[in-house]
């Protein structure tokens, strides 16, 4: 396995520690490319104002004169968890300030992603059933390049405001547009994800209302962060100062049991501690939960439990949502092996390719951008999953996963240059994408795709068969090894472009236990030198997926976990590689 260490910034690493961060975590924080020593604060009153975003004063005035007239808002949501968490928060934001406000989420299988101008006749229908028609329409999440269905809209008399954080493109809609990425834009965050901008929103109009109203108690916010906690995570945005900010202002009310009774509920059903959450429950226990009604039908009974203010509702939903994600799960695991099984023989026989491109069909629209991810992680090349559209059957529909030195959209982008008429439609942003074709066209597209990946980024990897790089932190010392160390990294946000620390160390294998024949229970003891005997007492660790048997001496890139069977947490090593193995596990 190849590996190498990060490098580390003495003068942050003096920095950190001089203003009382302990050594591990100052050690792990200085090679990760902090600005300063202050990008590790997380107070909210370092958050950059919400006026440094640019249209954020007309939008947030638009959203207060609706409030004020009571005129009917809906706010246009999208199918993930980034989208369904933006919706929920200004859901019950506004709602808080007196906003009549509803929600909806165009249905993935039929209208597609973002507003539309079916989804407004969609929503006319809806008004002309239950009057009255709404006045405003606030997009989260989606609508930078709807210029066509914004259009529509004001035409029929509504009003839009459009709130996104995807690449703009070469027109901007008509009306107030909330994106970090415009080009006239200065604020300093460009990777907020949806939900962040849905909350920078509630700031901005919670601000009006109380320049309106100085006599009144300021609308409470704060605790709908932890939904901006999840949508950040969930949508895999890197983790700059700022999101890391939110996720750790989210985390905290959390775990005080301050946050929406929806999003405890879906703690609840997945089995996990809401008192103890860390950043790791949302991306691998809730927000798969909530995105599980996105793939498999749609994600209006997501948004619904989150914004419930009935308990026993409340945790009805959040079991629906949990046994969706079981028959996701299974989904995925049938879908995703026959995927590896296809990509394996590809990499293995054909000539080196700088992405991989894969389709079946009999594969899930919904599950495709599963399909990517666990191939990307594999090959570590940017991947496309195509599968055929439930109804559309002349179109093929794909999701892409990337690598960080590719730009996704921006690739798309090039290959619809190269070819024009090849993609019917594509959006996204650096790490994931989605576009349809025509189903005959998916050999062009692959072809295109290569070239347009060596056009704009000639230093890519390309595809082989796992020979991948890992980046640590190096190794530990016996005295580092102890549960108080994996307690003061995991109370830290981890993530996308600010990965958990990984070290490595050699040890002696004290002994080995498989479990339900994939994984490995093991008993470590530490080599600090060279041809020395272990030291010290031994370790506990977990190798998932790991390659059966292993020797009984070992190099390893491991994390720091806590194990907290039956309540009592307990330091335990989770092994991510052998380096002295070519196959990442």
């Not at 100085?214 to 700022?242: F, Q, S, W």
């Not at 370790?539 to 890139?557: C, G, H, K, Y």
């Not at 947490?569 to 989770?574: F, G, K, N, V, Y």
Request: aromatic fraction near 6%; charge should be negative; proline fraction near 5%.
């Amino acid at each position: 396995m190849m590996h190498k260490q990060r490098q580390l910034d003495s003068h942050l690493f003096k920095d950190l520690v001089d203003k009382g961060c302990p050594e591990l975590l100052a050690h792990c924080l200085a090679g990760r490319n902090l600005a300063s020593a202050d990008d590790h604060l997380s107070q909210l009153s370092r958050l950059p104002a919400a006026r440094d975003l640019k249209d954020m004063a007309a939008a947030s005035q638009k959203v207060f004169q609706a409030i004020e007239r009571a005129e009917p808002i809906v706010v246009v949501g999208d199918y993930d968890a980034d989208g369904a968490t933006a919706t929920a928060t200004l859901m019950l934001g506004l709602r808080r300030m007196g906003a009549v406000c509803d929600f909806i989420v165009p249905d993935r299988f039929r209208l597609g992603y973002g507003i539309s101008r079916a989804l407004i006749e969609e929503l006319l229908i809806r008004a002309d059933l239950k009057a009255p028609a709404p006045k405003l329409l606030i997009t989260v999440d989606n609508g930078i390049n709807a210029v066509d269905a914004v259009a529509f809209a004001k035409a029929q008399g509504i009003e839009v405001i459009v709130t996104d954080h995807h690449l703009p493109g070469a027109q901007l809609p008509d009306c107030p547009v909330v994106d970090p990425h415009r080009s006239d834009c200065s604020f300093p965050f460009k990777t907020i994800a949806g939900v962040g901008l849905a909350f920078y929103l509630l700031i901005a109009v919670r601000a009006l209302i109380a320049k309106a109203k100085p006599n009144e108690k300021p609308t409470r916010i704060d605790d709908l962060l932890p939904l901006v906690a999840m949508g950040t995570v969930a949508d895999l945005v890197r983790l700059c100062a700022n999101n890391r900010r939110l996720v750790t202002q989210g985390l905290l009310r959390l775990r005080e049991g301050l946050a929406p009774l929806g999003l405890l509920a879906l703690f609840e059903a997945a089995g996990r501690d809401a008192s103890q959450a860390n950043a790791s429950d949302f991306g691998y226990a809730i927000a798969p939960m909530l995105n599980a009604a996105g793939r498999l039908t749609e994600m209006t009974l997501g948004i619904a439990c989150l914004i419930e203010n009935d308990p026993i509702q409340a945790k009805a939903m959040a079991e629906e949502l949990r046994d969706l994600n079981q028959e996701r799960k299974q989904i995925q695991k049938e879908q995703s092996e026959q995927a590896l099984a296809m990509a394996e023989v590809a990499v293995n026989t054909g000539p080196a390719s700088n992405a991989l491109v894969v389709s079946h069909p009999q594969w899930h629209e919904g599950i495709v951008g599963l399909i990517a991810s666990r191939l990307k992680e594999r090959w570590g090349v940017p991947v496309f999953a195509f599968a055929p559209s439930r109804d559309r059957p002349n179109l093929l529909k794909g999701s892409g996963r990337s690598v960080s030195d590719v730009h996704l959209r921006d690739c798309l982008a090039r290959v619809d240059s190269l070819k024009p008429g090849l993609i019917d439609r594509f959006g996204g942003h650096a790490m994931a994408a989605g576009l349809t074709l025509q189903n005959d066209r998916l050999k062009d597209f692959e072809r295109c795709l290569s070239q347009a990946i060596e056009e704009l980024f000639s230093n890519t990897t390309r595809a082989t068969t796992g020979r991948d790089c890992l980046l640590t932190d190096g190794p530990l010392a016996r005295h580092q090894l102890h549960l108080e160390s994996a307690l003061a990294l995991e109370d830290q946000v981890w993530g996308q472009g600010f990965e958990a620390p990984l070290f490595t160390n050699d040890f002696q294998v004290l002994h080995q236990q498989v479990l339900k024949e994939h994984h490995l229970r093991l008993r470590l003891g530490l080599i600090e030198e060279s041809n020395s005997p272990w030291v010290g007492e031994p370790l506990e660790a977990i190798w998932f997926n790991a390659p059966l048997p292993v020797a009984s001496r070992l190099q390893l890139a491991y994390r720091l976990g806590v194990n907290r069977f039956r309540g009592w947490p307990a330091l335990q090593l989770e092994v991510v590689a052998d380096l002295g193995n070519e196959k990442l596990q």
